[in-house]
C-alpha cells in the first residue's frame, strides 16, 4: 500500500525470530511506535493499535506498526524492546 508516496507494504518488513520468540511467549499483540529514540515496541495493552496501522505476523501474534514508522522499517528487531521489558 503507497501512502503519500511511502510503500506502507507489511509484506517488505521481516520480523527477528528472537522478536517472534519475544512475542509469542508474552502471548500478546504488540504495537512498533514513535518514541523520542526511535521506534520501540510495546505491548498493546501499553499501546493499542490504530485503524492506521500497518499489520505484521509474529508467529501466531500480530505487530502493529505505526503507519509514521513503517516506510522507515525493513526489519523488527529486539533492538526496539525498552530494556525495562526484556527478562
Same mark, same amino acid.
Given at each position: 500500500?503507497? /501512502? =503519500?508516496?511511502? !510503500?506502507?507494504?507489511?509484506?517488505?518488513? #521481516?520480523?527477528?525470530? !528472537?522478536? @517472534?520468540? $519475544?512475542?509469542?511467549?508474552?502471548?500478546? !499483540?504488540?504495537? @512498533?511506535? #514513535?518514541?523520542? =529514540? =526511535?521506534?520501540?515496541?510495546?505491548?498493546?495493552?501499553? &499501546?493499542?493499535? &490504530?485503524?492506521?496501522? @500497518? /499489520?505484521?505476523?509474529? =508467529?501466531?501474534? #500480530?505487530? $502493529?506498526?505505526?503507519? +509514521? /514508522?513503517?516506510?522507515?522499517?525493513?526489519?523488527?528487531?529486539?533492538?526496539? @524492546?525498552?530494556? +525495562? +521489558?526484556?527478562?
Amino acid at each position: 500500500m503507497m /501512502q =503519500g508516496g511511502r !510503500d506502507l507494504s507489511p509484506e517488505r518488513i #521481516t520480523v527477528s525470530e !528472537d522478536v @517472534v520468540s $519475544y512475542v509469542e511467549g508474552r502471548d500478546c !499483540d504488540f504495537r @512498533v511506535c #514513535t518514541s523520542c =529514540g =526511535g521506534p520501540i515496541l510495546l505491548p498493546i495493552a501499553v &499501546k493499542s493499535p &490504530k485503524y492506521t496501522d @500497518v /499489520q505484521v505476523r509474529a =508467529g501466531r501474534r #500480530t505487530i $502493529y506498526i505505526s503507519m +509514521y /514508522q513503517a516506510p522507515y522499517l525493513d526489519t523488527i528487531g529486539m533492538e526496539m @524492546v525498552p530494556s +525495562y +521489558y526484556r527478562e
